[in-house]
């Protein structure tokens, strides 16, 4: 009936309309009617619409169909002087309860329908981690839209936003934070995300933390996109860097994406234990390689298992600990950033560090390099390729690379040893003896050691030797 009155209201004003402009057309070859009949119409209209009004305002209002809670109509603070914890959390329980009768995402997660807390571009104070409820699991939220500021009791070893079922198993899926400005106030960390399903962390300014900006701990399918993460807030240079600690996001979990973010000072950047994430875009400039600071931190040694593109490390690197299945391509290194694998146990399988650029000072540094401080070498080295990379003021290291030489004798010997990344692992050869003149010697292949290719021929001739050599071709037939 509500939903009509509109529509009725406008169609009696036009009927009411076309009344009065018949009883003014005075040219009209139709009889007209009396004067009081105008009149006695009008009256009846009026009474119609009063009735309308008056059943209208007798008829219940049914609940908002709207699944957008407001802060601030719980109470909330927006100013961040008031403690707005209990406020934030009775929205979020209230939003947990608008769920879609008949319908779920994975198994035991309800759907609520697209339900979302707008933070009005607020910001709040709070004292306790927001969580989620964990009686029964639900997913399609979101959460968004303002600013969190911890309090100066805030718990030390928690997050300001926690996905964290007290469950072993999944109990929330398509959850969104968006939009959010979490400030830690140096009190703990911004985000966790535990045992979690398809959680996006879009645009969001994750700062003054000391433990993680964003911990991703089990679940599946994270994706961090679009946002700022940093323990201080500077542009690089700050004075206070080499005392940065804590890490930018730490990931102990598989099948998670991080893309186009910048960690701008943490100890370490990335953390990564787990096994298929992709890493792109990411801009880390969180603590120099010489303050004892780490971009990315790969710690899945044996199955790693990870991407990492066209990426910028400026002036901080990759350590990969035993990497198999690692890939490195596309990405930028500034200020002598470099490349560093750390043998645990002496595995080295499946390695690309292709397409990338280095940029150094000159002082000599290696754009990929190795760490044998626990006393084990690499001894199982198996499809390594490090090549058509592009270098300027450091140390050029590759497994393939082409040389050539001139003599005029019976040998000839290209070095590799000052550009080959291992020191003495040529596993392919492939050679050709340019001779001068009509001339037409045997030759041979007469050692690879020490990165150096040997060819020797029976009689003296003038001619070039033309070398290219792989240390990549273990395993291959």
């Known amino acids: 009936m509500i939903s009509l009155l509109p529509t009725l209201v406008k169609l009696l004003m036009g009927f009411l309309c076309v009344t009065v402009f018949y009883v003014n057309h005075g040219d ?85 329908g697209g339900t979302q807390l707008h933070l009005d571009g607020g910001t709040y104070k709070i004292s306790r981690p927001l969580r989620l409820p964990d009686t029964t699991g639900a997913g399609n939220f979101m959460l968004h839209g303002g600013s969190l500021l ?78 700022f993460i940093g323990q201080h807030i500077n542009v690089g240079g700050d004075h206070r860097e080499k005392n940065f600690s804590g890490i ?10 991080v893309s186009d973010v910048v960690i701008f000072s943490a100890a370490v950047g990335i953390m990564v234990q787990g096994q298929a ?14 303050w004892g600071g780490i971009g990315i931190h790969i710690r899945s040694p044996g199955l790693t298992q990870t991407r990492i593109l066209n990426s910028y490390f400026d002036f901080t690197g990759i350590v990969a600990e035993d990497p198999v299945q690692l890939h490195i391509s596309g990405s930028f290194f500034l200020g002598n950033a470099f490349v560093l694998i750390k043998s645990l146990k002496g595995v080295m399988s499946g390695l690309t560090i292709v397409d990338n ?85 045997n030759h041979i292949l007469r050692n690879v050691s020490h990165n150096c290719v040997t060819v020797e021929s029976d009689v003296p001739v003038s001619a070039t030797l033309h070398v290219l050599v792989d240390q990549s071709m273990l395993g291959y037939v």
């Open 28 to 112: 009209s070859s139709y009889p007209s009617p009396s004067t009081h009949d105008p009149i006695r119409r009008m009256a009846l209209m009026k009474a119609s619409l009063q009735t309308l009004r008056t059943v209208a305002a007798s008829t219940p209002q049914g609940p908002s169909p709207s699944r957008v809670h407001h802060a601030t109509e719980y109470g909330a603070d927006p100013t961040g002087i008031s403690d707005s914890t209990e406020a934030l959390q009775q929205a979020i329980s209230d939003a947990f309860i608008s769920r879609i009768e008949g319908t779920h995402l994975m198994e035991g997660i309800a759907d609520l």
């Open 150 to 227: 911890s309090s100066h009791d805030f718990p030390t070893d928690r997050h300001m936003i926690e996905l964290w079922s007290k469950s072993n198993s999944f109990m929330y899926e398509d959850i969104t934070l968006k939009d959010l400005m979490i400030n830690s106030n140096f009190i703990g960390g911004g985000i966790a995300v535990i045992n979690s399903l398809r959680t996006t962390i879009d645009n969001c300014y994750i700062s003054r933390f000391t433990s993680n900006g964003i911990l991703i701990q089990g679940g599946h399918e994270t994706f961090v996109t679009n946002s």
């Open 248 to 257: 930018g996001i730490s990931i102990n979990g598989n099948d998670n994406s």
């Open 277 to 290: 994430n992709i890493f792109t875009g990411v801009h880390c400039y969180n603590k120099a390689t010489g």
């Open 357 to 441: 650029m280095f940029s150094g000072d000159y002082t000599g540094v290696q754009i990929v390099q190795f760490d044998h401080s626990n006393g084990h070498y690499f001894t199982t080295i198996d499809q390594v390729v490090v090549d058509r990379n592009v270098v300027r003021g450091m140390i050029l290291k590759t497994t393939v690379a082409k040389g050539s030489k001139w003599s005029n004798g019976t040998k000839w010997t290209v070095d590799f040893s000052k550009v080959l990344l291992f020191p003495d692992l040529i596993q392919n050869v492939q050679y050709t003896l340019q001779a001068a003149g009509s001339s037409f010697p």
